[in-house]
């Protein structure tokens, strides 16, 4: 066989072995059950995602997101943006096109609304990629800060106590600025968006200053999102996680205690009112849709759940950084599945100990980029180089070195 021929078939050879063209986890990923500075590891994420018959590069494997398209009609998912360009969410890309809808906490939105840290919920479609045709953002709290602990990285806001990581990103309202969590005080107004932990504690995954205490008006916003713990119609007080509200008793007529709600209303002289408490929109309703979730495990009624939607596990179910018995309460999971039935995943794979805000994503080469409306992709500006001219070097001159003439003595016998 000529010498390029047999080049060509050991390249082909290459190509087609399995894992061949794998990368390895980059640096900075943490082995074994440890954890990441900001409190939250593992590992078994792989460059792009969870690995196995989870998320692999470019998408979820196994019966779901192939590389390059999707499996079943689309995909839900719930987690937080991890990176731009377009958007990344679970270790997945979601390109934005023009037709793609925003929304904030219901409200019509752009993507000048989008940030690093917020929780949302994407509903895409295939088209080769995975194509965004719907972006929510849903903060988990908007008010005042009542109480600050900094050596814990904690707030307290409308009862619910709020943990912030080392690398919870913490800005100013209308112009991204950072802040430093010290910076926070009682008095604050401020967004939180996060995970719910259960029993009024979460996972702050970005923390916004809507007003200083100083300078906040008279009237400023506020929402929660919970599950109703404690309902009493008669008294006109209703319970989500740890926050109890007054709230007429009509209002409260078609909620049951374990549903998923979002309490909007404003502060007046400086006490919360509630306006609204209205059921949480749905997200995995769609059968046959893929879905990817980051989130918290809470023991329900029929079995495990988590983020309000029940997880329905089998004896194919693959399971990443633990097993099955290591399904507890409270552990942070990153869930792949189908939708069995509005609101019941059936899941194929579950991994442990993840990070929701890293996913091991290979490092970018240029800092964030905000995804630009009306473009598909975002590409990397273009970085014109000043021409340096280069400067004449010239060589020394070596001074010549005569050598003195020296005569041989005569030798003689």
Wanted: net charge negative.
């Amino acid at each position: 066989m000529p010498k390029a021929l047999r080049r060509w078939v050991l390249v082909l050879g290459l190509v087609a072995m399995p894992g061949a063209w794998a990368l390895p986890d980059p640096a900075g990923g943490v082995g074994g059950s440890g954890a990441t500075p900001d409190g939250i590891g593992g590992t078994g994420i792989h460059p792009g995602g969870i690995g196995g018959t989870g998320i692999h590069s470019g998408g979820i494997g196994g019966t779901g997101i192939q590389p390059g398209g999707i499996g079943g009609t689309g995909i839900t998912a719930l987690g937080v943006i991890q990176r731009f360009g377009s958007i990344y969410v679970n270790g997945q890309e979601y390109v934005l096109t023009p037709q793609t809808r925003y929304s904030v906490d219901g409200a019509v939105g752009t993507t000048e609304d989008l940030h690093l840290g917020d929780r949302v919920t994407v509903q895409a479609a295939a088209d080769g990629r995975a194509i965004a045709q719907e972006v929510r953002v849903e903060h988990a709290v908007i008010g005042k800060v009542t109480e600050v602990d900094a050596a814990k990285r904690q707030l307290t806001i409308l009862g619910e106590t709020i943990q912030a990581g080392k690398m919870t990103p913490v800005t100013v309202h209308d112009s991204d600025q950072p802040l430093s969590f010290m910076a926070l005080k009682a008095g604050d107004v401020v967004s939180v968006s996060g995970l719910d932990r259960g029993n009024g504690h979460w996972l702050a995954t970005a923390i916004c200053r809507l007003y200083p205490a100083d300078t906040a008006p008279a009237r400023v916003p506020l929402l929660l999102r919970g599950q109703v713990s404690a309902l009493d119609p008669g008294q006109d007080t209703l319970a989500v996680g740890a926050t109890r509200l007054r709230v007429n008793g009509a209002r409260l007529q078609p909620l049951r205690v374990g549903q998923s709600v979002v309490v909007r209303g404003s502060y007046a002289d400086g006490r919360p009112q509630v306006e609204s408490v209205t059921p949480a929109t749905l997200a995995a309703q769609d059968v046959s849709n893929r879905v990817s979730l980051v989130g918290y495990l809470a023991r329900g009624d029929n079995g495990w759940t988590s983020d309000g939607m029940a997880l329905d596990r089998n004896a194919r179910t693959i399971y990443r950084n633990g097993d099955a018995a290591d399904m507890r309460a409270g552990s942070l999971v990153a869930i792949s599945g189908e939708v069995k039935a509005p609101g019941v995943v059936a899941v194929e794979s579950v991994t442990f100990r993840v990070n929701p805000m890293d996913f091991d994503l290979p490092a970018l080469p240029q800092p964030q980029l905000r995804p630009e409306i009306g473009r598909s992709e975002i590409e990397a500006p273009e970085i014109e180089r000043p021409e340096i001219e280069r400067p004449e070097i010239v060589s020394p001159e070596v001074p010549q070195v005569v050598r003195p003439q020296m005569e041989r003595p005569d030798v003689t016998d």
